[in-house]
């Protein structure tokens, strides 16, 4: 029996081992008997029985995308060793990284072709923002591939036919994704346009791996990401896994065999006999993105921060933990939280020993009550939650605090007994931050007061008696109240109201017809909470001559020498409550943040220019007509402590602390600023990755629950797939591995807006940029340097967009060879971006050999990033899709192109409609729209019609609405037309206001604000907003907007210069145009009013 024991714990140690070295394995790559993959952000390299990896690569940056050479003895990877993504290439058994492109971080690894080329994807050459596909030869040579969108690909053996996906991943993890741009699979010979092979089938099929005369690839067409394999011809499908609940990743096939990702585990699939089988690997590591870190930057993780009860602490909160700085001297403090938790609020209560958190240390967002010396964890206040809670509000006297939470009720919790009681519950606020404003306690406890939407969509102050448990509307829905605050001494609430409606634009007469815009429309308003109670804003009289300040001296001298001072009532008279209600002496303003520390007011005021700045302002409540006096400019944020006696002021990532009653003078000296801030030199503190990592997945499975605009999760059981996905976390490596596994999850909603990254990830020291010259260039060694092919052009009235090598001091051009950069030459790096790295806003000098002449010249250009360059890719794209219709059309139509729906695309609206709003047709282009939320902006305008014309003394007349367009329009969509880019074609075409041209757009209409942020910075957003037709049918999502006329730009002509469907936009309008011409009309015959 004691052998037996022994043995069993034995065994159980050696299994306990065995999945401690177990890691989470992506992008396989094999060949012959090695596979290589991606684990830790590493390469590692294991025989195709499985068995103890070995590490191939360690940078602390992401090598993935492995792809070994035909010939089996190199790997082609991606990795960012100098912080661009770029393709490098290794011996197959390790060595030293050799960088083979410098394109500035656009370039992935696909594969190798038969003659030994690499094969990768990359955006650097495209106009339209996408990939391409290019080759890399020995000597660095770039060849794209004359396809638009293709994405991923794979020559047969001969080398002359490529099978490519189409489309890149759509961005959205969603299973069984049948929107417009869905990969699908072609195939491609050189001479030729491309042929789709699958298009009879609307899922994805991507990952084309030719072998024997058939393309293997991955599909969902079951429901599940499985193997299929078709003919070259698209034919004789054939099923060969029957995976169901794990997708298949990724995929790699060579002689034979194909290794796959499923989960976080490599299977291999044997072609001939239809076997596969999970691999057993190890990984032989130290596992270094597990160990103990230390977070030396809190403040790019912060979640706010708070004043203790009395101003002598600052409570900080970062990376879901807790922490208090003192403000002057003492010990910078941690509260005990569990580390597998995140603390997404703290307040101090009124004894400061006690801190009210919100934490999921239960698995739930619970209320805790917790040491704030830190000596211990603390105690739930409650349990059973369900929900994502919102703020810990403690009342004054410490009985009370207030909570809301995602369910918009808002709750109040006696601290002693526990008792719980609903205070109200919203049906018209948003759902994704908190839908209660600004709660407040009275001075005495009795009372709360907070904000609240109205149906109308107004926000209303209301008062709720804690005693009586009744609620009251203190303001009216007429206008937006919010920021309600109690006076010292319980008289009076002051409040923030959009009262002071007043237009900046008096009229639509102007050049776009300017809108009426309300700028400073925020007034300070003040409510006697009882009836009789005089203004103290008011001036003296002589029923109310006021006191001196030796009187005032002398009455407060009285009250501390009291024996026991008379404790604070405040008393309501709730009838006629908004009838009581005054303008505080200030001038209207962009207003918000309002507080009343004492005998004052403060709030912060918008400043609109350039740069947008938020000022701290504040002023007495006093009669002496004094004026507000600016306290700080340019401020992050500001609060009050508990007792309202100190303020918080945050600039940037630094914190003052201030007493209430501090002046401006004061505030602005040196001496004082240095004093006021709070010292966080010292703060740093450690996370445990394995234990952050659980909490993050968990967070990121709440956040769905609770943000997911369906309660119903589109009928998945939400608890199920936690059950299902949770067990792989302990498999997690690092960063990029728990993306991985939480996309997984969520894609189980199978709805669109669902993305995944970002996070605390980790990097290399190196982060070089390539400058880059506006122009594409072709290594070629008989020129002895790079040809110039192609310098982007840019519209004429945007000088702002040139290309370096455009601008007139450099006159580089098409044929100009570029022999040396700052005399070091071109052909004796591995690429010019070799010799542009660091350059960007810098001058350079080059050394330029002119077409058809043998004399070289020195120029001087300052390149740009290669962020610049692919937007001025773009630009001409867009520039050269107005010139093509303005040649086709003699003029006639205007051509406006919306590259997202975003407040910053209204003016590339302004910019392109209004100069053609005269014209006999409109062409509309969101192809590659990305999205926002302008699309009634753009509509309301194209709803406008010309109904009566102007017809002055001379001149030709102008119509009424103003620049409304009186022709026909059409729209140009296509796949990556997204979101609100969709609803724009949506509502245009039910709107009745054109037809639509082009393809299925992508699908994803359930809006979201991308609040639900994870804790360490990274996202894992919710579909939030569902929408729905008045008809009561769901819109878009998962479908995409049908066009109303289908015309596809085939992959080959439209690399090479085609436009299929702007073609057929034109013959649309010049059709409609010649049908119903509508020239602005005569004047009639003026009227004779004479007396003959």
């Not at 029996?1 to 999945?19: E, K, P, T």
């Not at 770039?142 to 053996?157: E, F, K, M, S």
């Not at 930057?297 to 921060?305: C, V």
């Not at 997945?697 to 199920?720: C, Q």
Request: aromatic share 10%; with cysteine; charged share 25%.
């Amino acid at each position: 029996m004691y052998l037996r024991l022994v043995f069993l714990l034995i065994s159980a140690a050696f299994l306990l081992s065995a999945q401690a070295n177990r890691g989470y394995y992506r992008s396989p790559a094999i060949h012959g008997d090695t596979i290589v993959f991606v684990a830790e952000g590493d390469l590692w390299q294991v025989p195709v029985r499985g068995g103890v990896a070995r590490r191939l690569t360690t940078h602390p940056g992401e090598e993935s995308s492995p792809a070994f050479s035909p010939d089996g003895k190199t790997l082609a990877f991606t990795a960012n060793y100098e912080g661009p993504a770029e393709v490098y290439t290794i011996p197959a058994q390790g060595g030293l990284p050799a960088r083979r492109t410098f394109e500035g971080g656009s370039a992935r690894v696909i594969g190798w072709t038969p003659d030994a080329r690499i094969l990768y994807a990359t955006s650097r050459y495209a106009g339209l923002p996408g990939l391409q596909l290019a080759t890399l030869d020995p000597k660095n040579r770039v060849q794209v591939i004359p396809l638009a969108q293709a994405a991923q690909g794979a020559y047969d053996a001969s080398g002359k036919t490529l099978f490519f996906t189409r489309f890149r991943f759509q961005g959205s993890h969603a299973k069984r994704y049948k929107g417009g741009t869905a990969q699908n699979l072609w195939r491609f010979t050189e001479g030729s346009e491309a042929v789709a092979l699958t298009a009879s089938y609307t899922g994805t099929s991507r990952d084309a791996m030719p072998w024997n005369g058939r393309v293997y690839f991955i599909s969902d067409r079951d429901g599940t990401m499985n193997l299929w394999s078709m003919d070259e011809k698209g034919g004789a499908l054939r099923q060969h896994t029957k995976h169901a609940g794990w997708d298949i990743k990724t995929a790699s096939l060579q002689g034979g065999r194909i290794v796959y990702q499923r989960g976080a585990d490599l299977w291999l699939y044997d072609i001939a006999s239809g076997r596969d089988q999970q691999l057993d690997i190890e990984l032989a590591s130290d596992f270094d993105h597990l160990r103990e870190r230390w977070v030396r930057n809190p403040n790019e993780y912060d979640a706010g921060a708070r004043l203790d009860h009395d101003g002598s602490r600052l409570i900080l909160l970062s990376r879901g933990r807790v922490f208090l700085a003192p403000a002057r001297q003492g010990r910078l403090v941690e509260a005990a939280t569990a580390q597998a938790s995140r603390v997404r609020d703290a307040r101090m209560l009124p004894d400061g020993k006690t801190l009210l958190a919100l934490s999921t240390a239960t698995g739930e967002v619970e209320l805790w009550k917790m040491p704030a010396n830190g000596s211990g964890p603390g105690e739930p206040l409650t349990s059973g939650g369900a929900v994502l809670r919102w703020e810990a509000i403690p009342s004054p006297d410490g009985k009370w605090f207030a909570h809301q939470d995602k369910e918009n009720d808002l709750y109040l919790l006696n601290i002693e007994t526990k008792e719980q009681r609903k205070v109200a519950h919203s049906d018209h606020g948003g759902n994704s931050r908190p839908s209660f404003g600004e709660v407040r306690f009275s001075p005495d406890s009795r009372w709360l007061s907070f904000s609240m939407t109205a149906p109308n969509s107004f926000s209303q102050v209301f008062l709720y008696n804690i005693e009586t448990s009744t609620l009251t509307a203190a303001t009216s829905d007429r206008y937006n109240s919010s920021d309600a605050s109690w006076s010292a001494d319980g008289r009076f609430l002051y409040f923030l109201s959009d009262r002071a409606l007043r237009s900046v634009v008096g009229s639509p007469w102007g050049p776009r017809a300017p809108e009426p815009f309300f700028d400073r429309p925020v007034k300070v308003y003040e409510l006697a909470l009882k009836k009789g109670l005089r203004s103290p804003f008011l001036p003296n009289d002589e029923l109310h001559p006021g006191t001196t300040p030796a009187a005032d001296a002398k009455k407060e001298a009285a009250a501390k020498d009291a024996a026991k001072p008379e404790a604070l009532r405040v008393e309501i008279d709730l009838d006629g409550l908004p009838a009581r209600i005054l303008e505080v002496p200030v001038p209207p303003g962009n207003y918000s943040s309002l507080a009343a520390p004492g005998k004052r007011l403060c709030w912060t005021i918008l400043e609109r220019g350039e740069r947008n700045r938020v000022n701290l302002q504040c002023m007495d409540v006093a009669n002496k007509g004094d004026k507000p006096e600016t306290l700080f400019e340019d401020i992050r944020a500001w609060e009050m402590s508990g007792d309202n006696k100190k303020m918080l002021v945050r600039k940037q990532n630094d914190f003052f602390i201030f007493d209430a009653a501090a002046r401006e003078a004061a505030i602005k000296s040196p001496k004082a600023l240095a004093e006021a801030k709070v010292n966080l030199a010292g703060w740093t503190f450690s996370v445990i990755p394995a234990e952050e990592f659980r909490e993050l997945f968990l967070d990121a499975w709440r956040l769905h629950r609770d943000y997911f605009y369906d309660k119903g999760m589109h009928g998945v059981r939400w608890r199920a797939v936690l059950d299902k996905y949770q067990p792989l976390v302990s498999r997690v490596r690092d960063r990029h591995e728990l993306s991985d596994l939480i996309a997984q999850m969520v894609s189980e909603l199978s709805a669109l807006h669902t993305s995944v990254g970002g996070g605390d990830l980790r990097r290399g020291a190196d982060q070089v940029q390539i400058g880059a010259l506006g122009a594409r260039l072709d290594r070629d060694e008989s020129a002895g340097g790079y040809v110039v092919q192609h310098v982007y052009r840019h519209d004429p009235d945007r000088p702002d967009r040139m290309a370096p090598l455009a601008h007139p001091a450099a006159g580089v051009g098409p044929g100009d060879v570029i022999l040396s950069v700052n005399g070091r030459d071109t052909l004796a790096a591995a690429g010019i971006g070799e010799l542009l790295r660091n350059t960007a806003g810098r001058q350079v000098l080059l050394k330029v050999k002119p077409a058809g002449s043998a004399e070289a010249r020195e120029v001087i250009v300052t390149p740009m990033t290669t962020q610049a360059e692919s937007d001025l890719r773009y630009h001409e794209w867009e520039y050269t899709r107005r010139l093509a219709v303005e040649e086709a059309s003699g003029g006639k139509i205007g051509y406006v192109h919306l590259r997202a729906m975003g407040g910053g695309d209204i003016a590339q609206w302004a910019e392109e409609y209004y100069p053609v709003h005269d014209r006999a047709g409109l062409i509309i282009d969101v192809r590659h729209n990305r999205g926002g939320n302008i699309d009634s902006w753009i509509l309301g305008r194209l709803l406008r019609k010309a109904w009566f014309y102007w017809q002055p003394r001379v001149g030709k007349p102008t119509w009424n609405m103003q620049y409304a367009f009186r022709g026909p329009i059409v729209v140009l969509q296509d796949e990556f037309t997204a979101s609100d880019g969709e609803a724009f074609t949506e509502g245009f075409k039910r709107l009745g206001l054109g037809k639509v041209i082009g393809t299925r757009t992508w699908g994803g209409e359930i809006w979201l604000t991308g609040s639900n942020t994870l804790a360490d910075r990274g996202i894992a957003t919710a579909a939030e907003i569902g929408v729905f037709s008045p008809a009561g049918e769901w819109l878009i999502e998962g479908h995409g907007v049908d066009p109303d006329i289908v015309v596809d730009n085939l992959p080959h002509a439209t690399f090479t210069g085609r436009d299929a469907q702007l073609e057929a936009a034109l013959k649309h309008l010049d059709d409609l145009i010649r049908q119903n011409p509508a020239p602005v009309p005569s004047a009639p015959k003026y009227p004779d009013k004479s007396m003959n």
